[in-house]
């Protein structure tokens, strides 16, 4: 299902049970993030689920310090230029880390609980795999 067409106004869909999301907000942009979890609020029922799988950004770490142990891939260890050091430091505060050089959205797991409280979803269960 495509969430565009349950923005409010724009269409009779709406009241769903159940919303998957699978790796599906991962845009850098925490404004068009916003804009797609008002959309899926728009398109559940009051009483309706949210399954949310995002990536990991203790398993991205984790991976990263694993990878330079083992010396694995190593051009992703060359030392960059000031510059794009500094860029990839920012992103990672914000949780913004590249993957085939694409700025993904990876999220913490107690991001995730304050996001979807924020947005008044209630926290039943957070499972990490």
């Known amino acids: 299902m495509n ?29 068009k993030r916003e804009i797609f979890f008002q959309n899926i609020t728009n ?5 309706g689920s949210l399954i949310l799988v995002v990536p990991s950004l203790e398993s991205w770490m984790l991976t990263r310090i694993i990878q330079h142990q083992w010396k694995l891939d190593k051009t ?3 030392k960059p230029s000031t510059a794009v050091a500094a ?3 920012l992103d990672i505060l914000q949780g913004n880390a590249e993957i085939d050089d694409v700025a ?14 924020q947005k008044r979803f209630p926290r039943s269960r957070t499972q990490k795999n």
């Open 87 to 89: 860029k990839r430091y």
């Open 3 to 31: 969430v565009a067409i349950c923005r409010k106004g724009k269409t009779h869909y709406k009241d769903f049970d159940v919303a998957v999301c699978i790796n599906a907000i991962l845009t850098d942009s925490l404004k």
């Open 43 to 47: 398109c559940l029922s009051q009483r």
């Open 76 to 78: 992703l260890f060359k």
């Open 104 to 117: 993904t959205k990876h999220y913490l797991g107690d991001e995730v609980d304050l996001l979807l409280q």
